[in-house]
């Protein structure tokens, strides 16, 4: 008798208008930052909302909902040096479901978005403070 097979994984597809975005803030520096979420009837990724540029951290961090994942493209500045962070905010009371998505998405999206300057993650707000983003984004002294 063979073991039960698991369930392959949901293959998340990229909406056109991912990619676009993502140009627009690395390098049209159009938008500050973009929200990636999955739309789950079309298991697309499409984008959530923008950020417009000058906005403050704190509108950052609203985007870490209790039950909830997402994946963020947000550049901030750390010493008058503007970096490009990767984020993917998995909460920990977010569906065990919507965890998996969001993880094979991550992988996604982490290959076909190049010029990443900082990849970070976080289960808890605590984890995803102004000083983690500022003490990750400088680069180490030798």
């Known amino acids: 008798m ?12 990229l909406s056109p208008e991912c990619q676009q975005y993502y140009q627009d803030v690395r390098i049209k520096n159009k938008y500050q930052g973009v ?31 209790e039950n909830e994942c997402c994946i963020i493209v947000f550049k901030y500045d750390v ?15 977010a569906p065990q479901a919507d965890k998996v998505l969001y993880s094979n998405a991550k992988l996604t999206l982490a290959i076909t978005l190049k010029g990443i300057d900082v990849k970070i993650a976080g289960t808890k707000k605590s984890e995803l403070t102004e000083e983690i983003f500022k003490e990750r984004g400088t680069p180490k002294q030798a």
């Open 2 to 13: 063979s073991a039960p097979s698991s369930p392959s994984p949901t293959v998340i597809k």
């Open 35 to 65: 929200v990636y979420k999955i739309n789950k009837e079309s298991n697309q990724m499409v984008i959530e909302k923008t950020f417009p540029n000058g906005c403050k951290f704190s509108e950052l961090t609203q985007c870490f909902k």
């Open 79 to 93: 010493s008058n040096s503007p970096k490009l962070y990767f984020i993917y905010w998995g909460s920990e009371t």
